[in-house]
């Protein structure tokens, strides 16, 4: 069964928006407890969270109380920095998944350059899975950064699907094609294969073409969805606290 991650950053992203210098005032919202605890009930197999360097959305805080909450593994994402390191060794994650972090981009833009920087990511791998994690490399479908992922040690791989989401019909079989590469390549390396970035309920599917995955993790589109799935109840409540207004 192939498994769904559900990332939260950007229930956190919403609560900053209007919280970020109050977060512990009584009003913040929207509650990434609540959260996390929805996607169990939905039927989420882990919670992921991405602690930045720059604390855009998720805070340390959130990620203790999300993984005391909700008893599901907690996948944490984080760049391969020493005060990142600290963080996990702390928060002791079932999983962490090593991404690129640029303080200027909107989101994760590419994969972990492993290749470029084996020696000092094998050291990463094995602190942190000495500390009880499992460790994930979040990377293009490049055979050189698969490779390199089962040489530093990881216990896995995430492969990027950002090109594929957002190629067009053309390019897509391509990225189709690199994908399943790379997917044959990491299980043939012994590496578990993982898949997220910019996946939605539209293109979801055709990843199904991509053999070995195990676990997709998706966080913009199931945010988004919630958002509009729920905004009916949300203003028939409201409405329904207001009908009460005595008048004058
Ligand atoms: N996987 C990784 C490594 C990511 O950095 C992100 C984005 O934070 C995701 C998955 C989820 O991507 P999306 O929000 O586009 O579903």
């Known amino acids: 069964m192939l498994k769904l991650g559900v990332n939260i ?5 919403l609560r900053q928006a209007r919280y970020a210098t109050m977060l512990d005032s009584p009003n913040a919202e929207p509650d990434i407890v609540a ?3 929805a996607a169990v009930r939905g039927g989420a197999d882990s919670i992921t969270m991405h602690v930045r360097g720059d604390r855009r959305h998720v805070q340390e805080e959130d990620v203790v109380l999300v993984r005391d909450a909700c008893g599901l ?3 944490f994402e984080m760049a391969s920095t020493s ?3 600290g963080m996990a060794l702390r928060l002791a994650p079932d999983f962490v998944c090593l991404v690129p972090e ?3 981009e909107v989101t994760t833009e590419g994969g972990l350059d492993v290749a470029g920087q084996k020696e000092s990511l094998r050291a990463t791998v094995g602190v942190l899975r000495e500390g009880g994690s499992q460790v994930s490399m979040f990377i293009d479908p490049e055979e050189e950064q698969i490779q390199a992922s089962a040489e530093v040690g990881a216990d896995m791989i995430e492969l990027h699907t950002g090109c594929f989401a957002n190629s067009d019909k053309d390019k897509k079989s391509r990225e189709i094609m690199r994908l ?6 990491g299980n043939a390396l012994g590496l578990g294969v993982n898949a997220g970035h910019g996946i939605n309920y539209g293109n979801v599917r055709e990843l199904f073409e991509v053999p070995h995955l195990k676990e997709l993790n998706i966080g913009h589109s199931i945010v988004s969805r919630s958002i509009v799935a729920g905004m009916e109840e949300a203003v028939r409540e409201m409405m329904g606290i207001m009908g ?5």
């Not at 950053?9 to 992203?13: L, P």
């Not at 399943?180 to 390549?185: C, D, V």
């Not at 009460?244 to 004058?248: D, I, T, V």
Request: cysteine-free; aromatic content about 4%; overall charge positive.
């Open 180 to 185: 399943q590469a790379g997917a044959r390549l």
């Open 35 to 37: 959260a996390g605890l």
């Open 83 to 85: 005060e990142m390191v």
């Open 9 to 13: 950053d950007h229930v956190a992203t």
């Open 73 to 75: 593994p907690i996948n």
């Open 102 to 104: 640029n303080r200027k």
């Open 244 to 248: 009460a207004y005595p008048g004058g």
